[in-house]
């Protein structure tokens, strides 16, 4: 499992990470040759970015509209372990369930009222 270099095509290194590094990326990629970084985030940086400016509650991890409240958290489905999800998790922020990955995460702000309209509770 070697990574190419996007630019020179240089088998890229691993290189060691800062303490913070680790915290964020799941591994930082470095060319030998041009010195091209690859890093891949721990976190999916644009749904992150997508979820935390939308004025509606989407989706943590697939950025959908489709999600609607729940009253309290569903046994069956899976809970984001998205840092966001468990910082709001802390303030007590209300459990949301999205439709198309069937992932509950936690959220104060309403959802999209196309997402009300359809969910019939
Ligand atoms: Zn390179
Ligand atoms: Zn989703």
């Known amino acids: 499992m070697h990574t190419t270099c996007p630019r020179c095509g240089a088998l890229l290194d691993r ?7 680790r915290a964020l990326f799941r591994k930082v990629l470095r060319c030998p040759k041009c010195g091209y970084r690859q890093r891949e985030w721990r976190v999916p940086f644009e ?3 997508t979820f935390v400016l939308s004025r509606y509650s989407r989706c943590i991890q697939c950025g ?5 409240r729940l009253n309290g958290r569903d046994q069956i489905d899976r809970v984001s372990l ?11 922020a209300p459990f949301y369930h999205c439709n198309p990955c069937r992932l ?17 509770s």
């Not at 959908?64 to 609607?68: A, D």
């Open 82 to 92: 998205h840092p966001l999800s468990m910082l709001l998790a802390l303030t007590m």
């Open 15 to 21: 290189t060691p990470r800062s303490l913070v590094g």
């Open 64 to 68: 959908s509209y489709k999600v609607r």
């Open 104 to 120: 509950q995460y936690h959220e104060w702000r309403p959802a999209h009222p196309s997402a009300r309209t359809e969910s019939k």
């Open 47 to 49: 749904s992150t970015l």
